[in-house]
T-cell receptor, first 118, second 112 residues
Framework: DAGVTQSPTHLIKTRGQQVTLRCSPI?????VSWYQQVLGQGPQFIFQ???????GRGNFPDRFSARQFPNYSSELNVNALLLGDSALYLC?????????????????FGAGSRLTVL | GNSVTQMEGPVTLSEEAFLTINCTYT??????LFWYVQYPGEGLQLLLK?????DKGSNKGFEATYRKETTSFHLEKGSVQVSDSAVYFC???????????FGKGTKLSVIP
């Protein structure tokens, strides 16, 4: 079975531009989460979606938005790019509602989309 | 909110050496605890987890015990291999039920 797939794998943008990143979850997984990993740091939570509804949002500005489609794939959009948005953007999928507090829903991560903003 | 503090890296070990990567946490209650590993050029993979106090998670020769008395979840392996070279992240559920909070990561390099 295919794992979590993300596209594109690498991209370069300039300040002020907009970017859309895509994610396809593991078949059967209905929950998708997005994380930002700046070089040398741990991943930071951005969004979590379950059944097309936003279940959680991290401490990111409104320039960041996301959505989930009926087939459970997801897109992350970032507007008005800043240099500080340069990072690896990771998508993760999980079964069920995606709640991780009990440890029952394990997050499976994709390889990420590396965004460079010049 | 919940947080983790992880041992700073990088860590360089010779093959077959003993590994310990320290992780301490601050949390309300007793949340599940996780170790994730990131190999070069790849996404994160769950290495092991523990869902309650005194549980021991184990996988691929790695172990970690959930110690509520010391609020710790240290990662150990008795004999590391070159293939264990990666970045290791300690994590726990964050402010909401749907997010993980990660440590900054510890880069491990194992030399032959």
């Amino acid at each position: 079975d295919a794992g979590v797939t993300q596209s594109p794998t690498h991209l370069i943008k300039t300040r002020g531009q907009q970017v859309t990143l895509r994610c396809s979850p593991i078949s059967g997984h209905k929950s998708v989460s997005w994380y930002q990993q700046v070089l040398g740091q741990g991943p930071q939570f951005i969004f979590q979606y379950y059944e097309k509804e936003e279940r959680g949002r991290g401490n990111f500005p409104d320039r960041f938005s996301a959505r989930q489609f009926p087939n459970y794939s997801s897109e992350l959009n970032v507007n008005a790019l800043l240099l500080g948005d340069s990072a690896l953007y990771l998508c993760a999928s999980s079964l069920g509602t995606g709640a991780v507090s009990s440890g029952a829903n394990v997050l499976t991560f994709g390889a990420g989309s590396r965004l460079t903003v010049l | 909110g919940n947080s983790v503090t992880q041992m700073e890296g990088p860590v360089t070990l010779s093959e077959e050496a003993f590994l310990t990567i320290n992780c301490t946490y601050t949390a309300t209650g007793y949340p599940s605890l996780f170790w994730y590993v990131q190999y070069p050029g790849e996404g994160l993979q769950l290495l092991l987890k523990a869902t309650k106090a005194d549980d021991k998670g184990s996988n691929k020769g790695f172990e970690a015990t959930y110690r509520k008395e010391t609020t710790s979840f240290h990662l150990e392996k008795g004999s590391v291999q070159v293939s264990d070279s990666a970045v290791y992240f300690c994590a726990l559920p964050g402010a909401g039920s749907y997010q993980l909070t990660f440590g900054k990561g510890t880069k491990l390099s194992v030399i032959p």
